[in-house]
T-cell receptor, first 112, second 112 residues
Framework: DTAVSQTPKYLVTQMGNDKSIKCEQN?????MYWYKQDSKKFLKIMFS???????INETVPNRFSPKSPDKAHLNLHINSLELGDSAVYFC???????????FGQGTRLTVV | DAKTTQPPSMDCAEGRAANLPCNHS???????VYWYRQIHSQGPQYIIH???NNETNEMASLIITEDRKSSTLILPHATLRDTAVYYC?????????????FGKGTHLIIQP
Protein backbone atom coordinates (compact mmCIF):
# COMPACT_ATOMS: atom_id res chain seq x y z
CA ASP A 1 0.00 0.00 0.00
CA THR A 2 1.30 3.42 -0.93
CA ALA A 3 1.56 5.59 2.17
CA VAL A 4 1.12 8.96 0.43
CA SER A 5 -0.42 8.97 -3.02
CA GLN A 6 -0.93 11.85 -5.42
CA THR A 7 -2.98 12.12 -8.56
CA PRO A 8 -2.39 12.83 -11.31
CA LYS A 9 1.27 12.04 -11.80
CA TYR A 10 1.47 14.30 -14.83
CA LEU A 11 -0.67 17.32 -15.65
CA VAL A 12 -0.39 19.45 -18.76
CA THR A 13 -2.70 22.42 -19.01
CA GLN A 14 -3.05 25.82 -20.60
CA MET A 15 -2.42 29.18 -19.01
CA GLY A 16 -5.44 30.61 -17.26
CA ASN A 17 -6.99 27.24 -16.41
CA ASP A 18 -7.91 26.08 -12.91
CA LYS A 19 -6.64 22.68 -11.80
CA SER A 20 -6.49 20.48 -8.73
CA ILE A 21 -4.01 17.91 -7.50
CA LYS A 22 -5.23 15.32 -5.05
CA CYS A 23 -3.32 13.81 -2.15
CA GLU A 24 -4.25 11.00 0.18
CA GLN A 25 -2.35 9.43 3.06
CA ASN A 26 -3.23 6.16 4.78
CA UNK A 27 -0.86 6.59 7.71
CA UNK A 28 -3.29 8.22 10.12
CA UNK A 29 -1.10 11.31 10.29
CA UNK A 30 -2.43 14.59 11.59
CA UNK A 31 -0.32 16.92 9.49
CA MET A 32 -0.05 17.18 5.72
CA TYR A 33 2.03 19.41 3.49
CA TRP A 34 2.48 20.63 -0.04
CA TYR A 35 5.93 21.33 -1.44
CA LYS A 36 7.00 22.78 -4.79
CA GLN A 37 10.17 21.78 -6.62
CA ASP A 38 11.07 24.15 -9.41
CA SER A 39 13.23 23.60 -12.49
CA LYS A 40 16.37 24.33 -10.47
CA LYS A 41 15.41 21.50 -8.12
CA PHE A 42 14.83 23.70 -5.08
CA LEU A 43 12.23 22.14 -2.76
CA LYS A 44 10.11 24.69 -0.92
CA ILE A 45 7.31 24.30 1.56
CA MET A 46 4.03 25.81 0.40
CA PHE A 47 1.55 24.81 3.09
CA SER A 48 1.40 22.91 6.34
CA UNK A 49 -2.03 21.83 7.51
CA UNK A 50 -3.53 19.87 10.34
CA UNK A 51 -6.96 19.90 11.83
CA UNK A 52 -6.05 22.85 13.94
CA UNK A 53 -4.17 25.25 11.76
CA UNK A 54 -3.10 26.16 8.27
CA UNK A 55 0.38 27.57 7.90
CA ILE A 56 0.97 29.31 4.63
CA ASN A 57 4.35 30.20 3.22
CA GLU A 58 4.00 33.91 2.62
CA THR A 59 5.63 33.63 -0.80
CA VAL A 60 2.84 31.43 -2.16
CA PRO A 61 0.39 33.35 -4.38
CA ASN A 62 -3.22 33.30 -3.22
CA ARG A 63 -4.11 31.51 -6.46
CA PHE A 64 -2.98 28.41 -4.61
CA SER A 65 -5.28 27.03 -1.95
CA PRO A 66 -5.25 23.77 0.01
CA LYS A 67 -8.54 22.02 0.69
CA SER A 68 -8.88 19.24 3.23
CA PRO A 69 -12.16 17.29 3.12
CA ASP A 70 -10.91 15.04 5.91
CA LYS A 71 -7.76 14.21 7.83
CA ALA A 72 -6.51 11.78 5.19
CA HIS A 73 -6.74 14.18 2.25
CA LEU A 74 -5.16 17.49 1.33
CA ASN A 75 -5.88 18.66 -2.19
CA LEU A 76 -4.17 21.57 -3.90
CA HIS A 77 -6.26 23.91 -6.00
CA ILE A 78 -4.60 26.31 -8.38
CA ASN A 79 -6.53 29.10 -10.10
CA SER A 80 -5.53 31.04 -13.20
CA LEU A 81 -2.47 28.96 -13.92
CA GLU A 82 0.67 30.75 -15.09
CA LEU A 83 3.75 29.53 -16.93
CA GLY A 84 5.81 29.95 -13.75
CA ASP A 85 3.62 27.45 -11.94
CA SER A 86 5.24 24.68 -13.95
CA ALA A 87 7.03 22.50 -11.39
CA VAL A 88 6.83 19.22 -9.54
CA TYR A 89 4.48 19.35 -6.57
CA PHE A 90 4.96 16.96 -3.68
CA CYS A 91 2.49 16.10 -0.98
CA UNK A 92 3.75 14.83 2.37
CA UNK A 93 2.41 13.81 5.74
CA UNK A 94 3.79 13.50 9.22
CA UNK A 95 2.60 12.15 12.55
CA UNK A 96 3.78 13.51 15.83
CA UNK A 97 6.82 15.71 16.36
CA UNK A 98 10.25 14.12 16.07
CA UNK A 99 9.04 11.66 13.46
CA UNK A 100 9.74 11.27 9.79
CA UNK A 101 7.75 12.81 6.97
CA UNK A 102 6.50 10.64 4.13
CA PHE A 103 6.37 12.09 0.64
CA GLY A 104 4.28 11.23 -2.36
CA GLN A 105 5.83 10.57 -5.74
CA GLY A 106 5.07 14.02 -7.05
CA THR A 107 2.87 15.61 -9.71
CA ARG A 108 4.67 17.16 -12.64
CA LEU A 109 2.64 20.19 -13.70
CA THR A 110 3.37 21.77 -17.06
CA VAL A 111 1.61 24.98 -18.01
CA VAL A 112 1.69 25.81 -21.72
CA ASP B 1 15.35 26.60 11.92
CA ALA B 2 19.15 26.70 11.71
CA LYS B 3 20.87 26.88 8.36
CA THR B 4 22.97 23.98 7.07
CA THR B 5 25.96 23.84 4.73
CA GLN B 6 26.75 20.81 2.60
CA PRO B 7 29.20 20.19 -0.25
CA PRO B 8 27.35 20.40 -3.58
CA SER B 9 28.58 17.05 -4.82
CA MET B 10 30.58 13.98 -3.85
CA ASP B 11 31.70 10.78 -5.49
CA CYS B 12 32.06 7.41 -3.83
CA ALA B 13 33.05 4.01 -5.16
CA GLU B 14 30.47 1.26 -5.03
CA GLY B 15 30.90 -0.93 -1.97
CA ARG B 16 32.77 1.71 -0.02
CA ALA B 17 31.41 3.80 2.83
CA ALA B 18 29.97 7.16 1.79
CA ASN B 19 30.51 9.89 4.36
CA LEU B 20 28.41 12.99 3.82
CA PRO B 21 29.25 16.02 5.97
CA CYS B 22 26.92 18.74 7.15
CA ASN B 23 27.73 21.93 8.97
CA HIS B 24 25.07 23.44 11.26
CA SER B 25 27.08 25.77 13.46
CA UNK B 26 24.04 27.84 14.53
CA UNK B 27 22.01 24.87 15.76
CA UNK B 28 20.12 25.47 18.97
CA UNK B 29 19.40 23.10 21.82
CA UNK B 30 15.94 21.97 20.73
CA UNK B 31 16.79 21.39 17.07
CA UNK B 32 17.14 17.94 15.58
CA VAL B 33 19.31 16.95 12.64
CA TYR B 34 17.39 15.15 9.89
CA TRP B 35 18.66 13.53 6.73
CA TYR B 36 16.54 12.91 3.65
CA ARG B 37 17.47 11.92 0.15
CA GLN B 38 15.85 12.35 -3.22
CA ILE B 39 16.53 9.82 -5.92
CA HIS B 40 16.01 11.25 -9.38
CA SER B 41 12.37 12.21 -10.05
CA GLN B 42 11.09 10.59 -6.86
CA GLY B 43 9.73 12.10 -3.67
CA PRO B 44 12.18 12.75 -0.83
CA GLN B 45 12.83 9.77 1.42
CA TYR B 46 13.59 9.91 5.12
CA ILE B 47 16.90 8.37 6.17
CA ILE B 48 17.64 9.12 9.82
CA HIS B 49 17.52 11.81 12.48
CA UNK B 50 19.06 12.59 15.86
CA UNK B 51 19.40 15.17 18.58
CA UNK B 52 22.82 14.69 20.12
CA ASN B 53 23.56 10.98 20.31
CA ASN B 54 24.81 8.99 17.36
CA GLU B 55 22.08 7.03 15.64
CA THR B 56 22.04 3.95 13.42
CA ASN B 57 19.29 2.27 11.46
CA GLU B 58 19.08 -0.17 8.58
CA MET B 59 19.92 2.54 6.06
CA ALA B 60 22.65 4.63 7.62
CA SER B 61 24.48 5.96 10.65
CA LEU B 62 24.40 9.53 11.89
CA ILE B 63 27.38 10.90 13.77
CA ILE B 64 26.82 14.23 15.54
CA THR B 65 29.80 16.06 17.04
CA GLU B 66 29.78 16.76 20.74
CA ASP B 67 29.20 20.48 20.21
CA ARG B 68 26.43 19.59 17.70
CA LYS B 69 27.79 22.06 15.17
CA SER B 70 28.30 19.43 12.51
CA SER B 71 27.26 15.91 11.61
CA THR B 72 28.13 13.14 9.17
CA LEU B 73 25.79 10.73 7.45
CA ILE B 74 27.42 7.39 6.76
CA LEU B 75 26.15 4.92 4.18
CA PRO B 76 28.26 1.90 5.14
CA HIS B 77 28.30 0.02 1.83
CA ALA B 78 27.20 2.32 -0.96
CA THR B 79 25.42 0.85 -3.97
CA LEU B 80 24.54 2.40 -7.31
CA ARG B 81 20.98 2.86 -6.02
CA ASP B 82 22.30 5.26 -3.39
CA THR B 83 23.03 7.85 -6.07
CA ALA B 84 20.79 10.74 -5.03
CA VAL B 85 20.69 14.24 -3.58
CA TYR B 86 21.11 14.08 0.19
CA TYR B 87 19.63 16.82 2.35
CA CYS B 88 20.72 17.68 5.85
CA UNK B 89 17.96 19.58 7.66
CA UNK B 90 17.95 21.09 11.11
CA UNK B 91 14.52 21.41 12.61
CA UNK B 92 12.99 22.56 15.83
CA UNK B 93 10.15 20.45 17.12
CA UNK B 94 8.52 23.26 19.03
CA UNK B 95 6.09 23.76 16.17
CA UNK B 96 5.42 20.25 14.96
CA UNK B 97 3.26 21.33 12.03
CA UNK B 98 6.01 23.32 10.39
CA UNK B 99 7.39 21.81 7.21
CA UNK B 100 10.96 20.97 6.32
CA UNK B 101 13.33 23.60 4.96
CA PHE B 102 15.40 22.00 2.22
CA GLY B 103 18.73 23.46 1.15
CA LYS B 104 20.63 22.54 -1.99
CA GLY B 105 21.87 19.24 -0.60
CA THR B 106 24.78 17.08 -1.70
CA HIS B 107 24.55 15.21 -4.97
CA LEU B 108 26.16 11.87 -4.16
CA ILE B 109 27.27 9.86 -7.17
CA ILE B 110 28.19 6.23 -6.61
CA GLN B 111 30.73 5.09 -9.16
CA PRO B 112 30.78 1.44 -10.33
Amino acid sequence: DTAVSQTPKYLVTQMGNDKSIKCEQNLGHDTMYWYKQDSKKFLKIMFSYNNKELIINETVPNRFSPKSPDKAHLNLHINSLELGDSAVYFCASRGTANTEAFFGQGTRLTVV
Amino acid sequence: DAKTTQPPSMDCAEGRAANLPCNHSTISGNEYVYWYRQIHSQGPQYIIHGLKNNETNEMASLIITEDRKSSTLILPHATLRDTAVYYCIVKSEVRGADGLTFGKGTHLIIQP
